[in-house]
């Protein structure tokens, strides 16, 4: 079995609106738990550009 790469996350205040965390650089998402709670994250763009750049489009990850 081959090691999962890792992409780190940061919370989402709701605050603010998706359009405007792209244009700073983030890419917003939400993360759906088995109780089907949502939770609103934050992807770094740099991070999922470099992350993409290194697996390829299609991978399985561990978010942290």
């Known amino acids: 079995m081959s090691n999962r ?3 780190p996350i940061s919370p989402r205040m709701p605050q603010f609106r998706a359009r405007e965390l792209r ?3 983030y ?4 993360l ?3 109780g089907n709670q949502s939770i609103p994250v934050l992807f770094g763009k740099k991070n999922v550009d470099d992350f993409i750049r290194y697996t390829g489009r ?3 990850f561990d978010i942290s």
């Open 5 to 7: 790469e890792q992409l």
């Open 32 to 34: 759906y738990d088995n």
């Open 27 to 30: 890419i917003p998402g939400i």
């Open 58 to 60: 299609n991978a399985v």
């Open 23 to 25: 244009r700073k650089g």
